[in-house]
């Protein structure tokens, strides 16, 4: 695996009971995975010689996140090495442009857009589609940072002049267009996850509710409270529908925005990879996103996806006041000994995105009040 985040090291775990010898390229030793997993040469996506020596003996290669080096990996596949998802699947969650276009042709929903190359084609769009509109950079955003509600083209004036906030790598911006979509009036947001494996068997999860704050997802309910079956149906279609005309290997994320009262569902964006919105799955489903992912992309037979329990609520834990969380475990742990707890192993900065718990049960209220109590908790929020 390429990545050495707490994806990779929420993977470890599961291979670790499956005895799978999960080797993870990470960005630094004392990273969420560097920390737990035995077999972590450091490097990045981008050097080569470091992926060459990774994919030496093993039966896979594959991606805890999307910024790859594509053209590495088509080299690779040509070799007769197993990357999974592949490089052509890949660019569709590496790039919205090439997302939106390649949805469109498929027939699947999808805000109304447009790719614009300047100010003028912007204000246009906006004109005809309604302000505000929502921007954004086809490549090298995450967590929100290359999304902008604008009111004009001024609001991404910067952009325009080809500023961007750099991936994970630190890359400088390479696109020259811009996305612009319709800001979508939605009652709420939706991930659909699937698993499809290179036999083309596919299984997928009930559908959760997710909510972001200031573009990063904070809290997940799964399945989604009150959501119409039949909409419910449909946003797993899509999920399907996208994994068989992408031909994704693995573990699949379907972004939705949910228009509840015009009974339908549009797609926001793909991730091709365990991804926040399934974290409950590890506590709340028979088979977790991060096993699934290692079924799949080894081509075994995939697992039950059903709920172990009526609900299930994920709570992010994003920055905390507190030193080191840990120290309220003996509260905690009292307080709420349903609630399954996953640290990351990182150390405490604003915002960042250090843990989630998950409580799972039959009561959706105190679900919810467990899972938010926890994270209070960890917060250092309440006394
Ligand atoms: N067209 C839209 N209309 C309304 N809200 C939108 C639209 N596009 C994005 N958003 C809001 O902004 C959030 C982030 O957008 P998006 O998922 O495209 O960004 P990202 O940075 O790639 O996210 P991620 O954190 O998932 O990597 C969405 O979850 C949604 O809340
Ligand atoms: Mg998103």
Redo the contacts with the bound molecule.
């Keep these: 695996m390429v990545g050495g985040g707490q994806l990779a090291r929420m993977m470890g775990e599961a291979a670790s009971a499956l005895d799978v010898r999960l080797r993870a390229l990470v960005e630094s030793p004392g990273g969420s995975a560097g920390l737990v997993l035995p077999n972590a040469p450091v490097g990045t996506a981008r050097e080569r010689a470091k992926i060459d020596a990774l994919v030496a003996g093993a039966d896979v290669l594959t991606f805890e996140h999307e910024l790859q080096d594509s053209e590495y990996l088509t080299a690779l596949a040509e070799r007769g090495v197993a990357v999974r998802p592949s490089a052509d699947a890949l660019l569709y969650a590496q790039n919205?442009l090439e997302m939106r276009r390649r949805l469109d042709a498929l027939g699947i929903e999808c805000?109304r857009?447009a790719e614009v190359a300047t100010p003028r084609e912007l204000e246009r769009f906006g004109d005809e589609a309604g302000w505000p509109?929502?921007v954004?950079l086809p490549s090298g955003?995450?967590?929100?940072?290359?999304?902008r509600?604008a009111d004009s083209a001024e609001d991404v004036a910067d952009w325009f002049r080809g500023a961007g906030p750099g991936g994970l790598g630190g890359e400088t911006r390479v696109d020259t267009a811009l996305l612009v979509?319709?800001?979508?009036?939605?009652t709420r947001?939706l991930a659909a996850l699937v698993a499809r494996s290179p036999s083309g068997e596919v299984r997928a999860w009930p559908v959760a509710e997710?909510v972001?704050r200031g573009?990063?997802?904070a809290e997940v309910t799964a399945p989604a409270p009150g959501l119409d079956p039949a909409l419910a149906v449909r946003a797993q279609e899509i999920a399907v529908a996208v994994a068989e005309g992408l031909d994704v290997t693995g573990v699949l994320a379907v972004?939705m925005?949910a228009i509840e009262g015009e009974g339908r569902v549009t797609v926001?964006?793909l991730?091709m990879r365990p991804h926040?919105s399934g974290h409950w799955t590890i506590d709340g489903a028979v088979t977790s996103q991060f096993e699934q992912h290692l079924r799949a992309v080894l081509d075994l037979p995939l697992g039950e996806t059903s709920a172990r329990a009526p609900w299930s609520v994920m709570v992010n834990l994003l920055g905390s006041a507190l030193a080191d969380p840990r120290e309220v475990y003996p509260e905690l742990m009292a307080r709420y000994p349903g609630v399954k707890i996953h640290m990351y192993g990182k150390e405490v900065r604003p915002g960042r995105k250090l843990g989630h718990v998950t409580a799972y049960g039959a009561d959706l209220a105190d679900v919810r009040e467990h899972a938010r109590g926890a994270v209070a908790l960890l917060r250092g929020d309440i006394e």
């Design positions: 919205k805000p857009w509109v929502v954004k955003g995450y967590d929100g940072k290359g999304v509600v979509e319709e800001c979508v009036p939605f947001e997710t972001q573009g990063v997802c972004e925005f926001n964006e991730a926040n």
